[in-house]
């Protein structure tokens, strides 16, 4: 779909790590729990959710650093193993098969605003959340905020995967 769209291409810091999305993400969450805080040193988390079989590596390869999640399931954060900048993690609950591209990797990162704003009972009282951009306490129920392109991939992706267990 976007074999030369230098939108969906990204990396590190030190440019070491290069990837590519090979389409547009299934959604794009704002996460401002105090585990994002953390994990990122800022006031949130911007993660393109994206099947994995639709993110090539181009250059270099990652280091996958396994970390405690408030879930309690974990999570896999895929770093540049030279500068250790996070380009995606994976989650337990979605395993393998779905990555959360760091939007701040991206060489166009404007390109991909939030579709959703969560966990924001924990966010910075000085952050300010943009009119018209669903926002939830905690987390929010995918059917009813994804659009049906982003629904089907997903339903897709489960079925292939439980038909491969």
Known sequence: MCAENRDFDGGCTCGFVRYRMTSE??????????WCQRETGSSF???ALIEADRVELRRGDV???????????GQKIS???????????NYAGSGDKVRF??????????RFPPDV????????PWVTLPAGTPAFAKFYVPSDQWPEESLARWAALTKASSQQQ
């Not at 280091?63 to 399931?73: H, L």
């Not at 540049?80 to 993690?89: D, K, T």
């Not at 760091?102 to 990162?109: A, E, F, K």
């Open 63 to 73: 280091e996958i650093v396994d970390t405690p999640s408030n879930s309690g399931k």
């Open 45 to 47: 988390a911007l993660n």
């Open 101 to 110: 591209i760091r939007v701040g990797t991206l060489d166009n990162p404007d």
């Open 25 to 34: 993400p299934l959604f794009v969450h704002c996460c401002h729990c105090r």
């Open 117 to 124: 704003h969560i966990f924001t009972e924990s966010r910075q």
């Open 79 to 89: 770093r540049c193993p030279r500068c250790h900048i996070a380009v995606w993690s």
